[in-house]
């Protein structure tokens, strides 16, 4: 009966297992925001594969692959500025989906980790703040921040689960001993009823006689 009660009582416990797959999301949102970040150098460099690409088709390949370059290049330093704004702008958005995924998923599957850290608000808050900022929202801070909110839930439920085993096993030891002490006192009662019938024995064979 106690054994039952004290795994109905068991605290949940957070694992890395469990925490990898929102962390593996995350970390794809921070590498996308990283790319749109610096679209300026990867837009260009996209536009050579695709028109290269594209070339390759009608041309040798060395002279799509020459072509694409000079396309490429010549959009890289015509329209690097169109190139900057798309990137800010869709890093923004990327990373405006990571919190709010990051936040969703943490309601949905892990609302005990709100409990573990007062600052999770402020701290996701000033995380997507930074998110916001051009080139400085390159930083992968829905991995970082996500990475430390798990650490600190992960120790503290571990540290719970530990003493929640220490309490089980002091009450199974406790349950234990009790049993012993049970079973001796019946033990003992017995002997003292089977001597105390031994002796009533003698006393009536005396009077019969």
Request: charged share 20%; proline share 3%.
């Amino acid at each position: 009966m106690l054994e039952r009660a004290a795994n109905d009582n068991e605290p949940p416990r957070m694992t890395w297992v469990k925490a990898a797959p929102i962390l593996g999301v995350c970390a794809l949102f921070d590498l996308l925001r990283l790319i749109f970040e610096w679209f300026v150098i990867f837009g260009p460099a996209l536009t050579i594969t695709v028109v290269g690409a594209a070339f390759s088709k009608f041309l040798w390949d060395w002279l799509a692959g020459l072509l694409g370059a000079l396309i490429g290049g010549a959009a890289g330093f015509v329209g690097a500025a169109f190139f900057m704004v798309i990137g800010v702008f869709m890093a923004m958005a990327v990373g405006f989906a990571g919190w709010l995924f990051f936040g969703m998923a943490l309601l949905i599957s892990n609302r005990r980790i709100f409990k573990t850290d007062r600052w999770l608000i402020i701290k996701i808050i000033v995380g997507l703040a930074v998110a916001e900022i051009p080139f400085i929202g390159g930083i992968p801070t829905i991995s970082i921040v996500g990475w430390r909110l798990y650490r600190v839930q992960i120790r503290k439920e571990r540290a719970a689960h530990a003493a929640w085993q220490a309490r089980k096993q002091e009450a199974e030891m406790a349950e234990r001993a009790e049993t012993q002490a049970f079973v001796a006192a019946r033990r003992a009662r017995a002997l003292q009823q089977a001597a105390a019938n031994d002796n009533e024995i003698p006393q009536e064979e005396s009077m019969a006689a």
